[in-house]
């Protein structure tokens, strides 16, 4: 019997601001049920959404949320978790952290993180639908797809907003098909 593909695969679960950051919790769960390491990076915003200690307990780790970590590290924090990883999942993505990316705005520990380290970075859309579809959307999709990252989703349903639309995070199932394809082929 094959060894199972996340077994003690090392990810970087980005968290964004974004009413589906709730997700990211079963995701989280899921991931390390499956075997992987899991350190979670939080931006502010995503913190108005989930608790830090949720993410702490889920991952067993501590979250990530600061640039600077302590004097004593040599190496800087985000440098140290693209090192760390072997991929990085930014679940929920918003339009804000993939423009971002895109822009190469690196003004937080995630953003920093993701820019040191395009070819390891998935992103998992989660928006409005008017957002998603808007064309400089599109457009940063389309440039960080060119710098080697991958997407996957959004789904169409029911949105926050009570709408219909594409602009739902994907189902995990499809965001944890997505990661062992991709690790998969890394071995």
């Known amino acids: 019997m094959s060894e199972p593909v996340l077994s003690e695969r090392r ?16 995701l989280l769960r899921r991931l390390r049920e499956l075997g992987a390491q899991v350190r979670v990076a939080m931006t502010v915003n995503a913190m108005r959404f989930v608790g830090e200690e949720t993410m702490q307990c889920l991952s067993g780790q501590k979250v990530l ?66 957002m998603y579809q808007n064309p400089v959307v599109q457009e940063n999709i389309a440039k960080l797809r060119r710098a080697g990252c991958e997407f996957v989703g959004p789904s169409r349903g029911v949105l926050a907003s009570g709408e219909e639309g594409t602009g739902r995070l994907a189902d995990t199932n499809l965001i944890i098909q997505k990661i062992e394809d991709i690790l998969k082929d890394a071995r």
């Open 11 to 26: 990810i970087i679960l980005g968290v964004t601001g974004s009413i589906a950051a709730y997700k990211a919790c079963e």
């Open 65 to 130: 949320t600061d640039m600077f970590g302590a004097a004593s590290e040599r190496v800087p924090r985000h440098l140290s978790l693209r090192d760390w990883a072997d991929l990085i999942l930014i679940a929920p993505a918003t339009a804000n952290i993939i423009g971002k990316a895109a822009a190469g705005i690196a003004d937080d520990l995630l953003s920093t993180t993701i820019l040191s380290a395009m070819e390891k970075v998935v992103f998992a859309p989660a928006m409005n639908s008017a």
